[in-house]
């Protein structure tokens, strides 16, 4: 019995020599000797809210930038870089035989900028590789809303009619992204429009929801304006509706 007790002993302190049955210990697999030679600072975009209606000069157009690093310690020649919805996204600076210095050393990184733009209300999602490297890849997503009807019409108000209908407005979401509306604003100096509920109103993903629009007739005449709503206070996105009236006697 004793005997069986001591090589009982001998094999329990066999095996805790052998770093694979401790706790939290594996045997060593691909995955722990693969690294990758060129890496991405961020590894995961998401640029946010776009203009579904770019302005000619650009000033609506959402720009993006990112790092790409040498992991190795040789040089690297950036040799080509891929989207797959180039339509979409560009990377605007990519100068094809780019040299990345050895990992450490002075020019071993490389920033990039690139713009997303598109006239679509939708969710886009894309890749950029260098090198034509499967491994590994920067995600970038991007989202437009869209706000529904883009034309808003009262029609003809009279000065003292206590019956002015409020028409709605439909602000669709159709990213898996959640936006927040955390301003409202109108075109000009409105003295005539105004909104319900209060902001910020947060539409959830894959959803829509309704702002009410009323309207106020202190002057006579024609009146124009444009609802401006702006999402996710730190990105530049506005999406707009035209809105008029002809306030008479």
Do not use: W
Not at 136 to 144: D, E, M, T
Not at 198 to 223: H, M, Q, R, W
Not at 225 to 247: G, H, P, Q
């Amino acid at each position: 019995m004793k005997k069986l007790m001591v090589l009982f002993l001998i094999a329990l302190l066999t095996s805790c020599e052998d770093p694979s049955f401790l706790p939290g210990k594996h045997e060593p697999s691909v995955l722990d000797s693969l690294i990758y030679e060129i890496v991405f600072e961020p590894n995961n975009m998401e640029i946010g809210m776009a203009h579904p209606y770019p302005q000619i000069d650009g000033s609506d157009i959402l720009n993006f930038t990112f790092k790409v690093s040498n992991n190795t310690d040789t040089t690297i020649t950036l040799k080509s870089i891929k989207l797959n919805s180039p339509e979409f996204f560009e990377i605007t600076d990519f100068i094809q035989g780019s040299i990345l210095a050895p990992k450490g050393k002075q020019g071993s990184s490389l920033t990039l900028n690139g713009i997303f733009s598109s006239s679509e209300a939708s969710f886009y999602y894309d890749t950029v590789k260098i090198n034509s490297i499967s491994e590994p890849i920067l995600p970038i997503k991007a989202v437009i809303p869209t706000i529904y009807p883009k034309d808003v019409d009262f029609g003809n108000i009279s000065m003292n009619d206590a019956n002015i209908p409020t028409k709605k407005l439909t602000i669709f979401n159709d990213s898996d992204l959640p936006i927040n509306i955390d301003t409202v604003l109108f075109e000009n100096e409105n003295i005539y429009f105004s909104t319900n509920p209060d902001y910020p109103i947060e539409v959830p993903a894959t959803s829509s929801t309704i702002l009410l629009l009323n309207f106020n007739p202190i002057n006579k005449g024609n009146i124009i304006s444009s609802i401006i709503l702006r999402y996710n206070s730190a990105v530049i996105a506005d999406t707009m509706a035209l809105i008029k009236a002809e306030v008479i006697d």
